[in-house]
């Protein structure tokens, strides 16, 4: 049964940062591209980054290029999302996901307001 399990979220006021997990099982993360995805109220699933099996590879929506940066630890199936410099618009629930594949975790709400 594959399982993703996010972690991190909570309320920052703007300019903070988060940093968020999530943890995975059952399919072998180390060889898997994987996403996060965020929705936010009232709005659809908007793509935000990836990043290769390796870690080396990575890609960023525009709106959090500079901002985010996306690792993995293979070691420990999990994978991260560090934001920085966060902004209201940044509010939504975030999810992680494997690349290509529909199925996410519950997600991890993330809210920044002051």
């Known amino acids: 049964e594959v399982q993703l399990v996010e972690s991190g979220g909570g309320l920052v006021q703007p300019g903070g940062s988060l940093t968020l997990s999530c943890v995975v099982s059952?399919?072998?993360?180390?060889?898997?591209?994987m996403d996060w995805v965020r929705q936010a109220p009232g709005k659809g699933l908007e793509w935000v980054s990836s990043v290769n099996p390796g870690g080396d590879n990575t890609r960023y929506a525009a709106s959090v290029r500079g901002r985010f940066t996306i690792s993995r630890d293979n070691a420990k199936n999990t994978l991260y999302l560090q934001m920085n410099s966060l902004r209201p618009e940044d509010t939504a629930i975030y999810y992680c996901?494997?690349?290509?594949?529909?199925?996410r975790g519950q997600g991890t709400q993330v809210t920044v307001s002051s």
């Open positions: 059952g399919f072998t993360f180390s060889s898997a591209n």
């Open positions: 996901k494997r690349s290509f594949y529909d199925g």
